[in-house]
C-alpha cells in the first residue's frame, strides 16, 4: 500500500507513527490544497488567533495613522481648488482704510497694467449665532456676480435672496442649514472714524464648499448691514506680471496695508503636511516591522514545533519548495484574514479620531474623512505579502534539518 493510500485507508497508523504526523498535510485524492494550511492553522488556534489579533491591530493602526493624513490632504486639495477657482494667481490687498470704488486712489490701485481683474470685497470678523452657540467668523462682502471669484455653492443658491453662505461645519455646528435664519453680530460704521456693535438676523441662503468653518460670504449689495455703501477694504486681483514684481508694486501705495498670494498660503499649509508625511513614513515603517515580526516569530514557533512533521515529508520524498510554499499559503490565509479585519477596524477608528481625540484641535475645519487608494494597497503590501513571505527567512532551517534524528522516536 502507497503511503498516501494508507492515509486514506487508515492502513499502517500506529501510535507515534510518522504517518499520522503525514496525514495531516500531504495532500489527499479529491481534497482542495488549501484545506492543508488551513488544518494546520486550526491545530494551533491560540498561536493563530494572537498572530492574527497582532497583523490586525497593526493594520487598523496603519489606516488610522496614514489616514489621518490622507484626509488632511483631501481637505487641503478641496480648500486649494475653492480659494484658487480659475485664477491660481490670484491675490488678495487688504487697505488700511475704507476706500470708494470710484476714488483717484481706488483706481490705482486697479491699474490695467499692474493687474488684469480687480474686484472690490469688504472683510470684515464677526460672530454667528443660534442656539446657545457663537462660532467667531470672518465675514467677506463681494460680488457674487464677478469674473475673478465666488465661493462655490454646494446647497441651497445665491444671490436669489438677501442672505448669508456658511461653510458646512458651520451649518452643522449651529443646527441650521439653507433656509433657517441666524443672528450675526457685526461692527456697523456710524461715522467717519466710529463703529457701533450689533446683532442682525440674517437668512442662511446656502452651504459653501470651503472646509473652513470660520468663512462667512456675503453679497457685497447688503454692505448696507455695515453702513459701508460703495466702499471697500479689500481687493482681489488677477495680477499682469509676476506674483513677487506685483507684490513690490502694490506695497509702494500708503492705502496698501498687506498683501496676499493665496497660492503661496495654500503651499504654506502644504508644507505643514509635508512635515507630517516624513513622521508617518516612520510609522508605516514603524508597522511594517510590527507585523513582520508577528509572523516571522509565529512562523518559527510553527516550524519549531512541526520539526517532526516536516522531516516527514521531507522522508517520503517531498521538496524544499513544497514544503515552503504550505507554510507560505499558511501565512498568506492568516495575512489576508488580518489585514481584511484590520482595514474593517481602521476606518471606524479613523472615524473615532477626528470625532473624539482631533475634534477639540481642529474644530475649525471639516475634514474630508478619506483613506486613499495607495495607503489600501500599502495595507495589503505589509499585511498579506509581508507576512506571507516571512517563511522564506526559515528555509535555510528547514533544508539544514537533520531528518533521521527528527524522525526518532523517544518514548
Do not use: C
Not at 93 to 109: F, G, H, M
Not at 158 to 175: C, H, N, Q, T
Not at 363 to 384: D, K, N
Amino acid at each position: 500500500v502507497s503511503p498516501i493510500e494508507a492515509i486514506r485507508t487508515g492502513h499502517l497508523i500506529e501510535k507515534n507513527s510518522p504517518l499520522v504526523a503525514l496525514g495531516t498535510v500531504l495532500p489527499v485524492p479529491g481534497k482542495s490544497f488549501m484545506q492543508i494550511p488551513i488544518r494546520s492553522l486550526l491545530r494551533a488556534p491560540r498561536r493563530t488567533l494572537l498572530t492574527l489579533l497582532g497583523i490586525t491591530v497593526s493594520i487598523a493602526l496603519l489606516i488610522m495613522m496614514v489616514g489621518t493624513l490622507d484626509s488632511a490632504v483631501n481637505t487641503l486639495g478641496k480648500m486649494r481648488s475653492d480659494l484658487l477657482g480659475e485664477h491660481p494667481n490670484q491675490m488678495i490687498i487688504y487697505l488700511n482704510r475704507p476706500l470708494t470704488v470710484d476714488s483717484p486712489e481706488w483706481k490705482a490701485l486697479a491699474d490695467p497694467q499692474v493687474v488684469s481683474m480687480a474686484e472690490p470685497s469688504i472683510h470684515l470678523y464677526g460672530t454667528l449665532s443660534n442656539n446657545g452657540t457663537e462660532i467667531d467668523s470672518a465675514i467677506d462682502l463681494l460680488d457674487m456676480g464677478n469674473d475673478l471669484w465666488t465661493p462655490t455653492v454646494i446647497h441651497g443658491h445665491y444671490p436669489a435672496s438677501a442672505g448669508v453662505l456658511i461653510s458646512e461645519k458651520a451649518a452643522s455646528d449651529l443646527g441650521v442649514g439653507p433656509g433657517g435664519t441666524i443672528r450675526l453680530e457685526h461692527p456697523r460704521r456710524t461715522g467717519p472714524l466710529s463703529y457701533d456693535i450689533v446683532t442682525d438676523e440674517i437668512p442662511v441662503v446656502g452651504i459653501h464648499a470651503n472646509p473652513m468653518r470660520n468663512l462667512v460670504y456675503l453679497d457685497i449689495d447688503q454692505a448696507g448691514l455695515i453702513g459701508l455703501d460703495s466702499t471697500a477694504n479689500m481687493m482681489r486681483v488677477d495680477p499682469v506680471g509676476d506674483q513677487s514684481t506685483t507684490k513690490a508694486e502694490f506695497f509702494e501705495q500708503p492705502e496698501v496695508l498687506s498683501v496676499i498670494s493665496l497660492r503661496d498660503a495654500v503651499n504654506s499649509a502644504q508644507a505643514v503636511f509635508d512635515e507630517a508625511l516624513k513622521f508617518l513614513n516612520g510609522v508605516k515603517l514603524g508597522v511594517f516591522v510590527l507585523a513582520f515580526l508577528i509572523a516571522f516569530n509565529s512562523t518559527n514557533i510553527s516550524v519549531s514545533e512541526r520539526t517532526r512533521e516536516i522531516a516527514t515529508m521531507f522522508a517520503f520524498g517531498l521538496p524544499l519548495r513544497t514544503v515552503t510554499r504550505m507554510i507560505i499559503t499558511e501565512n498568506l490565509v492568516i495575512g489576508l484574514l488580518g489585514t481584511i479585519l484590520g482595514i474593517l477596524l481602521g476606518i471606524p477608528g479613523l472615524h473615532w479620531m477626528f470625532a473624539v481625540p482631533l475634534k477639540d484641535a481642529f474644530a475649525e475645519y471639516q475634514f474630508l474623512i478619506t483613506v486613499s487608494t495607495q495607503t489600501y494597497l500599502m495595507a495589503v503590501l505589509i499585511g498579506v505579502f509581508g507576512v506571507a513571505l516571512t517563511p522564506l527567512l526559515v528555509v535555510r532551517k528547514m533544508a539544514r534539518m537533520d531528518i533521521p534524528s527528527a524522525l526518532r522516536i523517544m518514548e
